[in-house]
Each structure stands twice: as C-alpha cells, then as structure tokens.
Antibody, heavy 117, light 110 residues
Framework: QVHLQESGPGLVKPSETLSLTCAVS????????WSWIRQAPGKGLEWVAF???????NYNPSLKSRVTISVDTSKTQFSLKLTSVTTADTAVYYC???????????WGQGTMVTVSS | QSVLTQPPSASGTPGQRVTISCSGS????????VNWYRQLPGTAPKLLIF???QRPSGVPDRFSGSKSGTSGSLAISGLQSEDEATYYC???????????FGTGTEVTVL
C-alpha cells in the first residue's frame, strides 16, 4: 500500500521560501501524478500544483509565479517550493497522488505551515 | 479560490437522506468527471466517490453520486452520526489545466 508523508518546517518567515517534501513509500513513484493541495485554517481545499510521471507540471494560476514542483525518483519523493510567502500562505499542505485520472486516491496526513515573523 | 459551488451546510436526522449539490461550468464538471471527498476534522480528505458515481472499495452503498450537465450531486441515504464531516466535490478544469475543488459542505446529523 502506497504511503505519503509530508515533511518541512512548520514556521516560515514572511518573504522567505516555503519548502516541503513528500516521501513516497510502498509503491512506484513513477506510476502516479503528484500534487500539492493546501487548506487554510477554516477554509476549503485549494489545488496548488501537479507534476505528471513524464515530468510535465502545472500550477494554480493564482500561485504560478511563486511555485515550483519537482520529483526526485531516485529518492522516491517530490517537493514543493513557494517563494515570497505571506500570511495568506498559512495552511495545512497535503501531498496527494492520482493515476493520471484526476482521482486523488492517495493523500498524505498533511503538514501545517505557519507564516509568521 | 473555489471554482465549484456547494451549499455551505446540510443536515438531517438519523436515517434520512441528504443531498449535496456541486455546481460548475462547461470547462470543468460539464466536460470532466466529478469526484467527491470526505474530510473529518483534523484529518486528510479521503476519496468517497469517483468518476461521478463509482465507490471505492469499502465505501458503503449509502453513498451515491450523479452528474448532469455542469452539476454533480452526492446523496447520503440512511444518514448516520458518523457521516458528520465536510464533503468536497472536485473535477479537472480544462481552462485552468488543473484541478478545482468545491467550496465544501458541512453535514450535521441532528
């Protein structure tokens, strides 16, 4: 059974870069499309970015200028970088996977990131 | 920002049927399938319904989904206390070339 585990700092200062990693275990990282989805406190889900198993990536237009998603198949993990963060980027960040069918069958447990000085 | 619109809340007594709507547009629900996720407080969302009306293994048949035009719908029949959660619809958006989620519906069992 495929397991996802997010990791990264829980606190980031405004204007700095948020970096998160999602470790994939129990399955082939190459079989899935990988996404980051976030949820601000008390709010709904917001898709941030995805990367396909061929390396194609796309980003939420509202975040596109600040986001990079990448996959490291040798380490069986994928990552998110979000630059110039503000308090509006405070959220639980989930990593998720789908088989290229837009169905998020895999979810990590989520990691809370707070942007504060 | 949510592109798919859901009612903020829904409620019913045990045993009743509750329906949640998901309104989108031609670029998302109108041309792609709808999936539903259930989120309990403090936990990650979990897939509940996929491809409009399919249930993953382990999901009771009390949960059903449908789609018509640019709207999807989730029905919970025989409502139980453990169904209290927030439910989100989701779809691929051809204009965005990405995923869109609904605004979420909090279900309360009275």
């Amino acid at each position: 059974q495929v397991h996802l585990q997010e990791s990264g700092p829980g606190l980031v200062k405004p204007s700095e870069t948020l970096s998160l990693t999602c470790a994939v275990s129990g399955g082939s990282i190459s079989s899935y499309y990988w996404s980051w989805i976030r949820q601000a406190p008390g709010k709904g889900l917001e898709w941030v970015a995805f990367v396909s198993n061929s390396g194609f990536s796309n980003y939420n237009p509202s975040l596109k200028s600040r986001v990079t998603i990448s996959v490291d198949t040798s380490k069986t993990q994928f990552s998110l970088k979000l630059t110039s963060v503000t308090t509006a980027d405070t959220a639980v960040y989930y990593c998720a996977g789908d088989l290229g069918d837009s169905i998020f069958s895999l979810w990590g447990q989520g990691t809370m990131v707070t942007v504060s000085s | 920002q949510s592109v798919l619109t859901q009612p903020p809340s829904a409620s019913g007594t045990p045993g009743q049927r509750v329906t949640i709507s998901c309104s989108g547009s031609s670029s998302n629900v109108g041309s792609n399938t709808v999936n539903w996720y259930r989120q309990l407080p403090g936990t990650a969302p979990k897939l509940l319904i996929f491809t409009n009306n399919q249930r993953p293994s382990g999901v009771p048949d009390r949960f059903s989904g449908s789609k018509s035009g640019t709207s999807g719908s989730l029905a919970i029949s025989g409502l139980q206390s453990e169904d209290e959660a927030t439910y989100y619809c989701a779809s691929w958006d051809d204009s965005l070339n990405g995923y869109v989620f609904g605004t979420g519906t909090e279900v309360t069992v009275l």
